[in-house]
């Protein structure tokens, strides 16, 4: 999943993370790919916890990478699950798993005109717009190619205005 082959079709790249947000911008790259004859290709980033400078300070890190690689991988499989029902998409291109930080990297990917790069436009608190960055804002303003940016899906817009007295607890 994580072997890059560069083609000379053009592709929707879209960021996938496994949130409600990603899912939806996955099936709507999907839709743009079939309209455009496109190949489809979901790249999920990561990076190890605390950033690449705390992993590379700490040679337990070094021993984690494999298992945060494969952590990644089952998630966009999972991602490809619910969104396909299964990890054929129906449409040509390449899944991949891309260790970095999400903006850069998929900018790195989507980079020939003839792309098009699909991420998610989740609703965002003030409070997590200081803390983290904008992967969507930092696309828009880097990629060389045209950017669709995907709202919330209904389900999640309905979800972050219930009280959190009404959301089910992880078990």
Known sequence: ?????PSSAARV???VSGSLGSLTALGQAAREARC????LWPVLTWEPPGGDLAARRSPVAA????????LASERLVEALREVFGGTDTGISGQA????????????????????????????RSR???ALSPSVSRYCLAHAPCPVL???????????????????????
Not at 150 to 171: D, K
């Open 149 to 171: 940016t995907v709202p919330p899906s209904p389900l999640q817009t309905a979800l972050a205005g219930l009280p959190s007295r009404h959301l089910p607890r992880p078990s």
């Open 96 to 123: 991949l798993v891309a260790r970095g930080v999400p903006g850069p990297t998929l900018v790195r990917f989507a980079d020939r005109e003839n792309d098009v790069l699909v991420v998610g436009a989740g609703r």
């Open 63 to 70: 021993g984690m990478v494999e298992e945060w690689e494969r």
């Open 36 to 39: 455009r004859g496109a190949e």
């Open 127 to 129: 409070l997590h717009r």
């Open 13 to 15: 790249v879209v960021g």
């Open 1 to 5: 999943m994580s072997d890059y082959r």
